[in-house]
């Protein structure tokens, strides 16, 4: 396992008289940190004002291509301020080339980027959406199980054409096969053929943390649904740009793409 999979720290901040935080998690591009803070502090991390629970729980994440050096600021009621210094350690990304994708999914019409336009705009509206369940505090566990076929943060080149990286897993599997929920948390989103994406399904864990599952065969849920961890809410599948039926696993803090492998840990065999 590489370097960086293996930094799983622990940060401590607690000089006497001043705000009390403890930050631990993966402190690398991609990955999700757990902070615990007061409950009645004020959190805000790149100018966002970050929710903290009564318990004090709160959640940060670093996108694919973050700068290594963060400022994470703490304000208690009283007034104190304590600014936070985040250092992250780097990662290389893999080159992933595929070929075989229809000429029509490489080169979209008008009509077809319009409608590429408007799937963008809805999903990026739901991920910004904030639930105050706590199902972003589980211990994750992989949606289904198999062999991984695409990684989070890779460059990919589709028919020899260079375009956007991945941001997500892609886990083989035949159509079919059961999609378990990684985490407890409340279905936003369903969308039975975007254009990329296929049949696709957004379930919030709470405090902008959602799953997104892509290319599905069939989903057995409903937005609005509650559903718990290790549910089985849909079935994989080969819908939209896709060379063969797999799993699309991609995890979000709200616009913030996160590689999800860190979070849900090494593959079951």
Known sequence: M??????LLLLVAVPVGAVELDLRGYFTPGGLVYGRTCADCLVVF??????VTAEGDFIIGFGRDAALAKELLVQSADGQVH?????????DYRIQRIDGISQRLMEPSQEDLERIRREAEEIAAVRQQFNVNR???ESFIWPLTGRITGVYGSQRIFNGEPRQPHFGIDIAASTGTPVKAPAGGVVTYLHAGMFFAGTTLVVDHGHGLASTF????????????????GQIIATAGATGRVTGPH???????FDVRLDPALVAGEMPN
Not at 2 to 7: A, E, Q, S
Not at 83 to 89: S, V
């Open 2 to 7: 590489k370097r960086w999979l293996l930094l």
């Open 46 to 51: 790149q100018e966002r004002r970050v929710a």
């Open 83 to 91: 600014h936070q210094q985040i250092q992250l350690e780097p990662r």
């Open 135 to 137: 199902n972003f505090l």
């Open 214 to 229: 892509l290319h599905l065969h069939e989903v057995l849920v409903e937005v609005g649904q509650e559903v718990t961890q």
């Open 247 to 253: 799993l699309d696993w991609r995890l979000n803090w």
